[in-house]
Nanobody
Framework: QVQLVESGGGLVQPGGSLRLSCAASGSMFTFSGMLWYRQAPGKQRDFVASITSVGGTSYADSVKGRFTISRDNTKNTVSLQMNSLKPEDTAVYYC?????????????WGQGTQVTVSS
């Protein structure tokens, strides 16, 4: 019953910036880890960034120093600020909510938002 909706994607030139956002429904957000993944055409879906329920962050090496993940628990949203964008950042970006359910971990995914970095 969790629904995630991403927004903010678009076309940007190399070196430009975009800010993605993900809005989560339900009551699980505050107690869940939130992650961003991305998938280019014909490629595997790769981890981009994560933030724990208490605010700890982690980034893929390819985006460290350029991307920043944050969350607003009062609005049930997670954001990804992307600066100094490169053509290799082009992908569909997906929001992921990860939460323990009993002894298992359950993942919920958004529909994705396209980011294209091109001159």
């Amino acid at each position: 019953q969790v629904q995630l909706v991403e927004s903010g994607g678009g076309l940007v030139q190399p070196g430009g910036s975009l800010r993605l956002s993900c809005a989560a429904s339900g009551s699980m957000f505050t107690f869940s880890g939130m992650l961003w993944y991305r998938q280019a055409p014909g490629k595997q879906r790769d981890f981009v960034a994560s933030i724990t329920s208490v605010g700890g962050t982690s980034y893929a090496d390819s985006v460290k120093g350029r991307f920043t993940i944050s969350r607003d628990n009062t609005k049930n949203t997670v954001s990804l600020q992307m600066n100094s964008l490169k053509p290799e950042d082009t992908a569909v970006y997906y929001c992921n909510l990860r939460t323990p359910v009993g002894l298992r971990t359950v993942d919920y995914w958004g529909q994705g938002t396209q980011v294209t970095v091109s001159s």
